[in-house]
């Protein structure tokens, strides 16, 4: 079965560093997205991602966060100089043809900004 | 009023009971509703859609009232392998595939 895939499984970073977040989403989808959620908290929608540009961010996603599709295959987000705000579970998400569900997550990457 | 509540449980249940849950939503025109299932620091994974008429997929039931504005999901005969943190979901609006999660509702399933 297919599958989103991530890396790193985990991040270690000092404050004010940048970080890149790597997916691979699934070969034929066309919808991408990110989220993230604080430990013990709920889900929470980032930004999605169509046509090499972005569809919808939410408030969070402000000028520290970019998102960017560089070849056919990786998706990234990039977190320009990270807070201690900013640890979490990040999970990327696609969905396919007609962005219509399910939107399949990939395992996530644990970032622990220290 | 959240967009998405969900009591967050934790539901203790013995093996072979069966436990529902609700969530409700505060957009009434919200049209699309999900289930989703996660395990301890692992990613959302998708249970089932919820339609308009209601649908069932072995064990598990899933309801829409649109008039109260919940969604509901049923597990019959629950297995020590449901214990697990159950997610509802909504597309928020602008079409966009944006997802509104809840908070979850922990279901722990003992022998």
């Known amino acids: 079965e297919p599958e989103v895939t991530q890396t790193p499984s985990h991040q270690v970073t000092q404050m004010g560093q940048e970080v890149i977040l790597r997916c691979v989403p699934i070969?034929?989808?066309?919808?991408f997205y990110w989220y993230r959620q604080i430990l013990g908290q709920k889900v929470e929608f980032l930004v999605s991602?169509?046509?090499?540009?972005?569809?919808?961010k939410s408030e969070i996603f402000d000028d520290q966060f970019s998102v960017e599709r560089p070849d056919g295959s990786n998706f990234t987000l990039k977190i320009r100089s990270t807070k201690l705000e900013d640890s979490a579970m990040y999970f990327c998400?696609?969905?396919?043809?007609?962005?219509?569900?399910?939107?399949?997550f990939g395992p996530g990457t644990r970032l622990l900004v220290l | 009023r959240k967009e998405v509540e969900q009591d967050p449980g934790p539901f203790n249940v013995p093996e072979g009971a069966t436990v529902a849950f609700n969530c409700t939503y505060s957009n009434s025109a919200s049209q699309s509703f999900f289930w989703y299932r996660q395990d301890c620091r692992k990613e959302p994974k998708l249970l089932m859609s919820?339609?308009?008429s209601g649908n069932e997929d072995g064990r598990f039931t899933a309801q829409l009232n649109r008039a109260s504005q919940y969604i509901s999901l049923l597990i019959r005969d629950s297995k020590l392998s449901d214990s697990a943190t159950y997610l509802c979901?909504?597309?928020?609006?602008?079409?966009?595939?944006?997802?509104?999660f809840g908070q979850g509702t922990t279901l722990q399933v003992k022998p």
């Open positions: 070969s034929n989808h066309l919808y």
């Open positions: 919820v339609y308009s």
């Open positions: 991602f169509y046509n090499n540009e972005i569809s919808e």
């Open positions: 979901a909504l597309y928020g609006s602008g079409n966009t595939g944006k997802l509104i």
């Open positions: 998400a696609s969905s396919g043809l007609t962005g219509a569900p399910p939107q399949y």
